[in-house]
């Protein structure tokens, strides 16, 4: 028995990557800001230093991996763009 390949569209394809930047968003507040709340009890002073430097740490690393996945829509958007542009010149 053959298998058929799967078309998917483009679109889905997209969203899915959408959810993708959504899903790590959350993990890259979420797992740091724990990890320092975690040590932050175990540690137990008066002020929470260690939850602090894992919220630092993981907007840090949002930042960062969101620019790194957004990037090629933006040059994709950027090139559309320009031959809009030189189209309709």
């Known amino acids: ?3 058929k390949p799967v ?17 790590f968003i959350a993990l890259s507040l979420l797992l740091p800001t724990g990890l320092g709340y975690w040590l932050d009890s175990k540690v137990a002073w008066g002020f ?4 602090i430097l894992g919220l630092g740490l993981g907007i840090l690393l949002m930042v ?7 990037r090629p829509f ?13 189209k309709y010149k």
């Open 1 to 3: 028995m053959k298998l």
């Open 7 to 23: 078309v998917v569209s483009k679109a889905f394809v997209l969203a899915l990557q959408f959810i993708m930047v959504g899903f």
């Open 48 to 51: 929470p230093i260690f939850t």
């Open 64 to 70: 960062y991996g969101v620019l790194a996945m957004i």
């Open 74 to 86: 933006l040059k994709e958007a950027k090139k559309l763009t320009k031959d809009l542009l030189e």
